[in-house]
């Protein structure tokens, strides 16, 4: 059992920036792949940036060079700085952890948190 707690989201200017965060808690132990995705009224969700297995990460092409993932092993935080925001990236953000815990494979998701950017 793992639980992901969001917070971070809000309202921000064209170019402006913001950083979410994801507290882990549970059996984080089992977690073996993290990250944030999105969804856009009307669209898919759709991943954002992720540490997959070995902690390699990866980025939606929207996102490079503006957005970057980092966690807190200390804490079992993961966290998503966001720079340059544009319209285009407003979404609700969601939280995703993938576990395996004696070779059973759970997906956990977070409440998802809201990002607005205004012009």
């Known amino acids: 059992q793992v639980q992901l707690v969001e917070s971070g989201g809000g309202l921000v200017q064209v170019g402006g920036s913001l950083r979410l965060s994801c507290a882990a808690s549970g059996s984080t132990f089992s977690i073996n792949a993290i990250g944030w995705y999105r969804q856009a009224p009307g669209k898919q969700r759709e991943l954002v940036a992720r540490f997959g297995s070995g902690g390699k990460t990866n980025y939606a092409d929207s996102v490079k060079g503006r957005f970057t993932i980092s966690r807190d092993g200390a804490t079992n935080t993961v966290y998503l700085q966001m720079n340059s925001l544009k319209p285009e990236d407003t979404a609700v953000y969601y939280c995703?952890?993938?576990?395996?815990?004696?070779?059973?494979?759970?997906?956990?998701w977070g409440q998802g948190t809201q990002v607005t950017v205004a012009s």
């Open positions: 995703n952890a993938d576990t395996m815990i004696w070779g059973e494979e759970a997906q956990y």
